[in-house]
């Protein structure tokens, strides 16, 4: 298996993929597919779970390469290694990653090449060893929300390091009129308004009235970013986690699910 980024854009987004992905969890399960990169785990506490398929056409290149013996390959590394890594690349680089499931089932390769004639710009080879984890992947049903709304991503993100000064729980309200996010701690309260009409994407089933509490930090810490995607998709419902989506572009997208606080 061996794929490569080389635009800058998408080098940007996977490398902030992984810097989520390391405040998640220590080791995650990288499972290359015919068609696609998928990626699945868990943080520690298990409230947060991030499910992350990539298509191959995302990539700049993409060789499946697997023998007719196997039906993908799996390996397991080291999140923050890896991230560490990628954080390395160059503006003129391209990334290159490998792995060869017959000869080298020990390590994957990274190697970050020039892409340019600018002199001064050396190529880097790393070989990463997979870690032992027994990573088990979850079968994620798909459900209906009785919520759900997009926000631009700068918009949010500025709204949450807000609320974090006063408190680290998330109230949201949603009704058919608007969204409303409260922060309630000892330094007093903030309380934000959305009409739907501000938002590009709404819905809500019809005379549903949605409070549900979730972690602030847990949601800042290992979802909110503006460097995925523009806009972040919200899906509520108090019989399910809450569902924070980034579209990543050609199908692909990142999905964090957070388990709700219990409301006293």
Known sequence: MKLSIVQKQKKDIFISLFQLLKNCSSAINIIFKEDQLYIQGMDKSHVCLFDIIIFSSW??????????SSAENKICVDTTTFYNVLTMNQENHAIFIYYDNDSDSDCVHIDLIDNSSKKGEFDRFFRLPLTDADLQ???????????????????ICEIASQLLLFGDTINIKCTEERIDLF???????????????DLSEFSISEGEIIELEYSLNYIQKMCLTTKLSSEISFSVSDKFPMQIKYDLGENSQAIFFIAPKIME
């Not at 990539?59 to 499946?64: C, E, G, K, Q, W």
């Not at 994620?140 to 918009?155: L, M, N, Q, T």
């Open 59 to 68: 990539f700049s290149s993409y060789d499946y390469g697997i023998s007719s």
């Open 137 to 155: 992947l979850l079968e994620i049903p798909v459900v209906d929300y009785d919520a759900e709304f997009s926000i631009p991503s700068k918009k």
């Open 183 to 197: 922060s309630n701690g000892v330094n007093g309260l903030m309380t934000v308004n959305i009409p739907i009409d």
